[in-house]
Nanobody
Framework: QVQLVESGGGLVQPGGSLRLSCTAS????????MSWYRQYPGKERELVAGMTSSGGSTNYADSVKGRFTISRDNAKNTVYLQMNSLKPEDTAVYYC??????????WGQGIQVTVSS
């Protein structure tokens, strides 16, 4: 069983920063493309940031470009999402996702990020 556990969420003021972490067990993330999604209440999950297994390419939602950065540390089996210049509209539950063709497709349980004054 592959498990993904997110940490680092919480409450911040607009303009503040958070770094989310996603640590995997039961798999080595070096073999997986990793990504972060977020979900607003009553809405479908949407892609925030993604990274290939090699780390050679990344992609971001237009709404977070220039503010968020996805990275990975294979030695720690962890993927990060650095979130800067946070806005109230960034408030959501954030999910870590791992996928490898013919191997698996896994989600973390989600972690709350709230941006409010």
């Amino acid at each position: 069983q592959v498990q993904l556990v997110e940490s680092g969420g919480g409450l911040v003021q607009p303009g503040g920063s958070l770094r989310l972490s996603c640590t995997a067990s039961g798999a080595t993330i070096s073999s997986y493309a990793m990504s972060w999604y977020r979900q607003y209440p009553g809405k479908e999950r949407e892609l925030v940031a993604g990274m290939t297994s090699s780390g050679g390419s990344t992609n971001y939602a237009d709404s977070v470009k220039g503010r968020f950065t996805i990275s990975r540390d294979n030695a720690k089996n962890t993927v990060y999402l650095q979130m800067n210049s946070l806005k109230p509209e960034d408030t959501a539950v954030y999910y870590c996702h791992a996928v490898r063709l013919f191997w698996g497709n896994y989600w973390g349980q989600g972690i709350q990020v709230t941006v409010s004054s």
